[in-house]
Structures are given as structure tokens and as C-alpha cells.
């Protein structure tokens, strides 16, 4: 492993609520028949366990915090606790039928690197699903275009543990250069804004990504998708 692939992240300042959410609005995302899952950054381990109760998947995951990773492996089959790459020599190849990153990637410094070594531990259907901030955000977009401000808060699309930012065009990208084809990729919640609104319909809808805060992914090898 090379200086970088090494994961920069401090997990031991996070607040226990950071480690809770469960992302009901990814299940969606997660093929039907898939048996076998692995998810990146399970935090307590809420959506592995949803599909452990829903779909009665063998749920294994990466978890970097060492409490969240002890509270995640009571209710899943195998929780390794590590960073994200040295986790690799832990996980079988070929084994999964679907890998989860849920706002894990742009913690990286490679998550390119990341991506091309989680593609050998998928099984010939398997798919790798993934949520990522964009930083064309509308309420982020404001704040740089309009005030000039660049600001790292303490969660969210500005988060300070953050190293890499994504956009939707830059997001086809990423996952292209690890040799996987993008199945499906779409803008999760939105902003409310009537400001937002009106100023995307004057611009002939030129800003329509600026009104997502996520991009859900799906993406499977380049050669079987």
C-alpha cells in the first residue's frame, strides 16, 4: 500500500448521532436477489442491518471508528475494523453481490484506487452503489459564487474531513477511470428553495444539478455491465 492510499480521517471527533443514520432512501438502489453486501463506513451499522431484516443478506462492512464498528457487529455478520484499504486483505474476492459508499469516498485520498480494488471483491453480477456529495449544491453554490465564501463546517457537503468534492459531470469519471460502467446515477434530496427554482427556470434549466445534495450511483465492471 502507498503513502496514497492511505484513508485521512479523524473518526475518534465525530459525534455518536454521525454514525446512526440508517439511509432508508439508498434500499432502493440495491438490486433485487442480492445476497451478499459489503458496505464502506457502516457507522452503527443501520443499513446493512435493514437489509440483513428486508432482503436476508450476509451483511459484512468497514468501519474505521472503533465503537461504531463494536455496535455494528452485533447485529451484522462481520464487521472489520480498519481503514478502508488496509480492510482489503480481510475481505474475500469475488464474494459480493453488492458494495455500498455512503458519503465515504470524498473522505479519500485515492477513492479511485478504492473503487478499482472493491470491483475485484464483486461476484460477475455485482454492482457497487454509492451516495456522494455534490459541491454544486445550491445552499454551497450560493454561499461561493454569490459571497465568495469557501467555509469547512463540522457535517454536510462542506464537511472539513472532506478531501475530494465531485460534481455530476466529475462523478462519471471517477468511476470510469476504476473500470466500472454507470448503471444508474441520480440527484437525491433536493433543496426547497423557491429562489432555486426561479432562478433555474430562468437559465433554461442550466442549473438543474445544482438542486441535489447527493448523487446516488449504481455501477457495475465496464466488462459485464
Not at 439508498?26 to 453486501?37: A, E, Q, S, V
Not at 452503489?129 to 457537503?157: K, L, M, Q, T
Not at 460502467?181 to 441520480?186: D, F
Not at 426561479?198 to 434549466?205: E, S
Request: charged content about 25%; proline content about 4%; hydrophobic content about 45%.
Amino acid at each position: 500500500m502507498t503513502a496514497m492510499n492511505v484513508t485521512i480521517f479523524n473518526a475518534s471527533s465525530r459525534p455518536r448521532a454521525y454514525y446512526a443514520s440508517a439511509r432508508e432512501e439508498m434500499l432502493k438502489y440495491i438490486p433485487g436477489g442480492t445476497k451478499t453486501t459489503l458496505e464502506f463506513g457502516c457507522g452503527l451499522g443501520g443499513f446493512s442491518a435493514l437489509l440483513k431484516d428486508r432482503l436476508h443478506t450476509e451483511s459484512w462492512a468497514v468501519e474505521i471508528d472503533k465503537e461504531a464498528a463494536r455496535e455494528a457487529s452485533k447485529t451484522l455478520d462481520r464487521v472489520v475494523h480498519a481503514d478502508a484499504f488496509a480492510s482489503m486483505a480481510q475481505i474475500p474476492e469475488k464474494y459480493f453481490d453488492c458494495i455500498m459508499f455512503f458519503d465515504i469516498l470524498e473522505h479519500l485520498v485515492d477513492p479511485g484506487g478504492l473503487l478499482l480494488a472493491a470491483k475485484r471483491k464483486l461476484t460477475p453480477r455485482g454492482v457497487i452503489v454509492a451516495s456522494i456529495p455534490n459541491v454544486r449544491y445550491y445552499r454551497v453554490f450560493v454561499d461561493f459564487v454569490v459571497h465568495g465564501n469557501w467555509e469547512y463546517r463540522d457535517h454536510g457537503v462542506m464537511d472539513r474531513t472532506h478531501l475530494r468534492f465531485f460534481t455530476r459531470r466529475s462523478i462519471p469519471t471517477l468511476f470510469e477511470q476504476a473500470g466500472l460502467r454507470l448503471l444508474t446515477m441520480e440527484g437525491i434530496h433536493p433543496t426547497s428553495s423557491r429562489t432555486y427554482r426561479w432562478l433555474n427556470l430562468i437559465l433554461l434549466n442550466a442549473l438543474s444539478d445544482v438542486r441535489y445534495k447527493h448523487f446516488a450511483v449504481v455501477a457495475s465492471p465496464a466488462s459485464t455491465a
